[in-house]
């Protein structure tokens, strides 16, 4: 049975330019994160005064950078993992493997995507704030995870059925 996902149907090229802009504007936010701590660190050198709330606008950036990438670095295969144990099996034991891996990943991802999107939810609808002195709405940062961690559970949903094909063959 076809599946209508993976890379070259017209689903997964939608998934696949999506997560190419998501990579695209995690690497912008990198940018613009190092622009703020060199800045800040500039200021506090010269003039003993760094940028009110750098910390917060540094963390806030950080957070969304690693989740909105995630599913990016997914699609290129470029997470760390450990090969060791895998690189000694024969192929199909070692698709099993991974099968079983990327679903307990994608139980998980699936998890801290529910709880993030209750927690942005309600955010949201409180109107919460940041607790500095600018007071950021945080839902849009919260949302941007939710986003981010809603594509890498469509990435490892894909890894799985590359993984269940190798293994069927």
Do not use: Q
């Not at 703020?36 to 760094?50: G, Q, S, Y």
């Not at 950036?61 to 690693?66: E, N, P, R, S």
């Not at 144990?85 to 698709?95: G, Q």
């Not at 099968?99 to 939810?121: D, E, H, K």
């Amino acid at each position: 049975m076809p599946h209508n996902f993976g890379t070259g149907s017209k689903v997964g090229k939608v998934i696949d330019n999506i997560v190419e802009h998501m990579g695209r504007f995690g690497a912008v936010m990198t940018a613009v994160l190092m622009f703020l701590i060199f800045f800040d660190i500039t200021l506090r050198f010269f003039i003993n005064k760094p940028i009110a709330e750098s910390f917060e606008y540094s963390r806030l950036l950080f957070a969304v950078i690693v989740v909105i990438v995630a599913a990016y670095v997914d699609k290129y295969d470029a997470h760390v993992r450990v090969e060791a144990l895998i690189t000694r099996f024969p192929l199909k034991p070692a698709e099993w493997l991974n099968l079983i891996m990327n679903c307990a990943s994608l139980s998980l991802v699936g998890y801290l995507t529910y709880i993030f999107t209750l927690t942005t939810a309600e955010a949201f609808s409180r109107a919460e704030v940041s607790y500095s002195v600018l007071w950021l709405p945080i839902w849009p940062f919260k949302t941007l995870w939710c986003v981010g961690l809603g594509f890498l559970g469509i990435m490892l949903i894909r890894r799985i059925i590359r993984n269940i094909t190798t293994i069927r063959s």
